[in-house]
């Protein structure tokens, strides 16, 4: 497997290409928005096309945000009558609305994490992203604390 480092506009249209073809495309996430579930350049994900394009609740796809476009793995937290999807990545607190599925690029099935791979299918995955979405009225207190007794353990250890 190459190390080389792309862009994703670059990569868009063979990824594009491979998903159309039932293929999948795995990539290294970049970025903190999906922390503490994910890392920055650490952890990677398993691409695939969107099963009959239609995304549902925890759905996690990768998308292209607009008008700046760039390329986005957040969860699906609700759809929306009109077909558009609300996203959300686990270390943010503001949702972004009105995603339309011409936007959508593909959707995760897995995830390597620490270097073991976990289905987006797994019981204990569709679990965690229910109990996340229910603290995210708690959000902030729950990243603040968890930062404060990450820096704790630091100390005492």
């Known amino acids: 497997m190459s190390d080389k480092k792309m ?3 670059d990569m868009h249209p063979l990824i594009t290409e ?3 073809t039932g293929g999948e495309v795995i990539f290294t996430i970049t970025g903190n928005s999906m ?11 398993c691409l695939t096309a969107a099963p009959g394009g239609i995304l549902k609740k925890y759905d996690f ?3 292209i945000r ?3 476009g760039k390329y986005i793995t957040h969860r699906v937290v609700s759809v929306n009558r009109d077909g558009t999807y609300n996203m959300l990545g686990d270390n943010q607190w503001h949702i972004e609305r009105g995603i339309r599925p011409d936007q959508i690029i ?3 099935k897995g995830f390597w994490r620490g270097g073991r791979y976990i289905s987006c299918d797994s019981p204990l995955y569709r679990l965690y992203c229910r109990v996340w979405w229910l603290l995210y009225p708690a959000r902030y207190v729950v990243l603040r604390g968890r930062g404060a ?3 704790l353990r630091r100390a005492f250890h």
Not at 35 to 45: G, K, M, N, S, T
């Open 7 to 9: 862009q994703m506009s």
């Open 149 to 151: 007794l990450s820096r």
């Open 61 to 63: 796809p990768l998308f």
């Open 18 to 20: 491979k998903l159309t």
């Open 66 to 68: 607009e008008p700046e």
């Open 106 to 108: 593909g959707i995760v």
């Open 35 to 45: 922390a503490p579930l994910l890392h920055h350049r650490r952890d990677q994900v």
